[in-house]
Structures are given as C-alpha cells and as structure tokens.
C-alpha cells in the first residue's frame, strides 16, 4: 500500500540519520524556528510521497509564518536534531488551519480508518533507534471530528502514535498556541520511557481524500523545560 510505504520512508530517513553523523544537526538548545526570513526552510529537509505539498514561508513586517497548501498530495518537511525529552521535554508552536481535507464518517479501523488518514495540520516529534523496527514517533494532529485527547495508533505502524490536541472547526483561520511535554506524552502513549529525540517534521497532506487542506505554522520551539512549573 502507498500511503504504509511513505511512512516506512520517512521512518528510514531518520533511520539513516541514527547511524550517521546525527551530531552535525544538533543544535544548541532550545531551537526556535521562528518562519521570518524568506529562507527559513534552507535549514529543513524535504521529502514527497505522492505529489508535492506546497510549502512557503510568508514574511512581511506585519506578519510571518510557514504556509502549507496540499492538493491531493503528501509530502512533509523535516528537521534533524538530537536531544534527551527527559532533561528538554518540551515543545510548543501555534497553527491555524484554513481547510480541512474532506472527509467521511471515520471508522476507527480497517481500510476506512486508512483510507482518511489525512489532516490539514500534524507535527510529528520522531525518536529513532539502530534497529528500524525500534523508531518510534508521536504525531500531534489537529483533526475535524476526533476527540481531543484521542490517542489512536497509526494504521500503518504500531509505533506510530496520534494524539489529537485540536479538534473540529470552531478555531479555523484562528491561530491557536499548543505546548507539549513529549516526555509525558510518549509515556502515555507508548507506556515507557523514550529514548532520544532524533528529528521533527511538518506534514499537511490530502492524498487520501483526494481533496485540499491548508495550514499555517509559526513561532516553533523544542528542546527546553516548562518554565512554568
């Protein structure tokens, strides 16, 4: 199946990254990413599954951000970096979601729950291992029906686990702020400890559906502690 082929591509990806010279994309910590120069996303990798997604940083004085437009397409953008959750847990940015893909009734299961595995805005935190088969990733999702708090594996793959923080349409074109303690997050969705940050990655993808959605991202941040404890 195409769409359990681009997941295990973007697996392998940061699966090479583990066994190379991961070092050289580490940064000092925190790393922001704040989308306000025109060649913001120099530092970011792309890869495409089916057909490109559109993405694009919008910078003006008043204001700026990264964009990301998909029409039946997939492809996601990702950043190489390492660090401990456990020592840096956090992670925090803000989206706004313009459109959402369309979909059906969800089933939670088979070919349906498959067939509508898109969403309009996902941010992936990914912590590879030596073995392939060990990588792990959580996927933070803002979804039109689901749940919030929703924590549902991925069709594709056991270790892939999606946690749906923004749900229906009642904050569109409404930037919305999001801050996550991955540390705690991975231990209840995976039910241990994780190991190393590896990467974080940026999808928005209509592939599925057929159809179009459109995002924006903005004022990214990782790798540091909840000053607010």
């Not at 990301?68 to 956090?90: C, E, H, V």
């Not at 805005?121 to 029906?145: C, G, H, M, Q």
């Not at 995976?190 to 159809?211: C, L, W, Y």
């Amino acid at each position: 199946m195409f769409r359990k082929k681009w997941f295990n591509l973007l697996f392998l990806i940061i699966f090479i990254s583990a066994t190379g010279n991961i070092f050289a994309f580490a940064a000092q910590l925190p790393k922001k990413f704040p989308f306000e120069k025109k060649d913001a996303l120099d530092e970011w990798q792309e890869k495409i599954f089916k057909g490109r997604v559109f993405y694009s940083v919008k910078a003006n004085k008043d204001d700026s951000y990264l964009a990301a437009y998909s029409d039946d397409t997939a492809s996601g953008i990702f950043y190489r970096i390492r660090f401990n959750p456990k020592q840096l847990p956090m992670i925090s940015w803000k989206w706004k979601v313009l459109k959402f893909p369309k979909k059906g009734k969800l089933s939670c299961g088979g070919s349906g729950w498959i067939e509508q595995d898109d969403y309009a805005a996902r941010l992936y935190v990914i912590f590879p291992k030596l073995s392939f088969n060990l990588t792990k990733s959580l996927e933070y999702v803002w979804d039109k029906s689901l749940p919030v708090g929703t924590i549902k594996e991925s069709p594709y793959s056991k270790n892939i686990k999606i946690i749906i923080i923004e749900s229906g349409s009642k904050s569109m074109n409404k930037w919305v702020h999001e801050k996550r303690n991955i540390y705690e997050d991975y231990k209840k969705a995976f039910g241990r400890e994780p190991g190393k940050v590896g990467a974080i990655a940026i999808m928005t993808d209509t592939d599925n559906t057929q159809s179009t959605a459109e995002a924006h991202y903005d004022e990214l941040k990782v790798g540091y502690k909840d000053e607010s404890e």
